[in-house]
């Protein structure tokens, strides 16, 4: 089958460069990669349809046609989209009506043969795919990734706050882009079905979609990255484990040196809840005696010590930790060293598994929650939040493969901890349980049937016909547009 991947956001190129390192390249380059990839090991031709880039600060997105090493079938399609320069994807907007789907168009004609079927990512994504279903006549699938109502409630937009927003964020034109998008979608892929009813429930979207309609969604979970995140020791192993070990002769008292680890990975961030999972050693005595705490933090050497290099918001984080470690004598009990990228990540987790150590995640809310999943490939067993994604990962029917616990109370994530660390029987569980749960559903293999399920059923069937207009400011760059749709949409749904 040919299938397109329309994600206009660019910044696709075979040395994935920049990730991390600006906004936009992020999650979702990861994971339009590597479903194209997995889908084109299974045979099919695949091309990811992005924005071409002439910029000399942002160099590697200006051939046309690209690929990635060894893998013949995915193409890198780059068509202009705004003129040469690097846009941020909130700048994108009016040049995809205008420019880029004609680009598409123009693209196809000249190759005589046009994709069976398309996959759009995030809103931009999805307005393309409803004008090429249009223009082409073909399914398209929808993944938000993020949604613009979430971002708006997020950044507590007010009727007062609106202009100044909108003007560096778009939200006037995303919304509406958004909500034809999903409406003409063909079905449209959710992570979780939390996603679906909380995210598609915002009534930003009354009237371009029905949650409760179970022929519009389908469930896709992603996966995780095997080649990285598996029991098998790589190349960075010896040198994560000497890092750790240092780190633990520095911040660890001798006598603890043998106890496992309880390790808190994600970034320092409010959300992740670092501070909670401090309060359940504080809480929890018999806890304290059997584990000590690693908290990874990215780029520093010494980070219990030294943390000036921090932003303001995660050095508030690390001052409220370590004035809890002073108050509640954990010194010596929490260890905190850098993890510089996913090999190393991987690394940590394999050299804790084999200490009967702990993967912790005690976020307030995890949306999926694939850290956890990522830990647990490697054998590492997990104690997670139970908002979110996460209560969908770790339950299936009456079995059990990650330990939820309520985030917001320390004594709940000390007793989910304590469970795991106090039992060999139960470490073997989770440790056997949770390498299976990864490899039976969260892989990018796994992602891909799915994705090419919905998309046999939506080319066997009759499909699904949306009745929301394009407003004709797409097409016309530089036209300005009021705020007064996106007030009423926001405001008065709210
Ligand atoms: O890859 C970037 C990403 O992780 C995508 O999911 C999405 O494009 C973006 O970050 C988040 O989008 P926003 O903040 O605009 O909602």
Redesign the pocket.
């Known amino acids: 089958m040919h299938i397109a991947f329309i994600n206009p ?1 660019g910044n696709f190129d075979p040395q994935d460069r920049y990730w991390t390192e600006h ?9 339009v990669k590597e479903v194209s990839l997995a889908l084109g090991r299974m045979g099919h031709q695949v091309d990811i349809l992005t924005r071409r880039i002439v910029d000399p600060e942002w160099p590697g997105f200006e051939e046309t046609l690209d690929a990635y090493p060894g893998e013949k079938n995915v193409r890198i399609v780059r068509l202009p989209c705004g003129g040469d320069r690097f846009l941020r ?2 700048e994108l907007w009016p040049y995809l009506g205008s420019e880029w789907v004609p680009n598409i168009l123009k693209f196809y004609a000249e190759e005589k043969g046009i994709p069976e079927a398309a996959t759009a990512h ?1 809103g931009d994504g999805a307005l393309s795919g409803a004008l090429l279903k249009r223009e082409m006549n073909i399914p398209y699938t929808m993944t938000g ?4 109502a ?2 708006m409630d997020k950044l507590g937009v007010t009727r007062d706050n609106l202009a100044a927003i909108d003007a560096r ?1 778009h939200f006037a034109r ?1 919304i509406v882009a958004e909500r034809v998008g999903m409406n003409h979608a063909s079905r449209i892929i959710t992570s979780t079905t939390q996603e679906r009813m909380e995210q598609y429930g915002h009534p930003a979207y009354r009237g371009a979609v029905d949650t409760r309609d179970d022929e519009r969604f389908t469930v896709v979970p992603p996966g995780v990255n095997l080649r990285i995140f598996s029991p098998d020791l790589g190349a960075d192993d010896v040198k994560v484990q000497r890092r750790i070990k240092a780190a633990m002769i520095r911040d660890i008292a001798q006598v603890r040196r043998q106890l496992p680890l309880v390790i808190a990975s994600s970034r320092l961030d409010a959300k992740k809840n670092h501070v909670g999972l401090v309060r359940a050693f504080i809480h929890n005595q018999d806890l304290r005696a059997r584990a000590n705490l690693a908290i990874v933090v990215r780029g520093l050497q010494d980070p219990l010590h030294r943390y000036d290099a921090l932003s303001v918001g995660e050095k508030a984080i690390m001052d409220e930790i370590t004035e809890l470690m002073a108050a509640h004598n954990l010194w010596g009990k929490i260890v905190a060293f850098p993890l510089d990228s996913q090999a190393e990540l991987a690394a940590a987790y394999r050299y804790l598994a084999q200490r009967r150590s702990v993967f912790a995640l005690t976020a307030l809310y995890e949306p999926f929650g694939l850290a956890p999943l990522e830990a647990m490939s490697c054998g590492l067993p997990a104690v997670v939040t139970k908002n979110g994604g996460p209560s969908e990962s770790m339950w299936e029917g009456a079995q059990e493969f990650g330990v939820l616990v309520d985030p917001a109370d320390p004594d709940d994530v000390a007793r989910g901890l304590l469970r795991v660390i106090k039992s060999e029987r139960v470490w073997n569980y989770f440790h056997r349980a949770g390498m299976e749960r990864v490899l039976s559903r969260y892989t990018w293999e796994r992602t891909a049937e799915g994705y090419l399920r919905v998309i046999e059923s939506l080319l066997a069937g009759k499909g699904h016909t949306g009745d929301l207009e394009i407003p004709a400011y797409f097409f016309q760059p530089d036209q300005d547009i009021s705020l007064s749709d996106l007030e009423a949409l926001y405001f008065e749904a709210v």
């Open positions: 956001q906004p936009d390249f992020g999650g979702q380059l990861v994971y994807k909130e995030y990734h993020s949604l613009g979430q971002k964020f995303r």
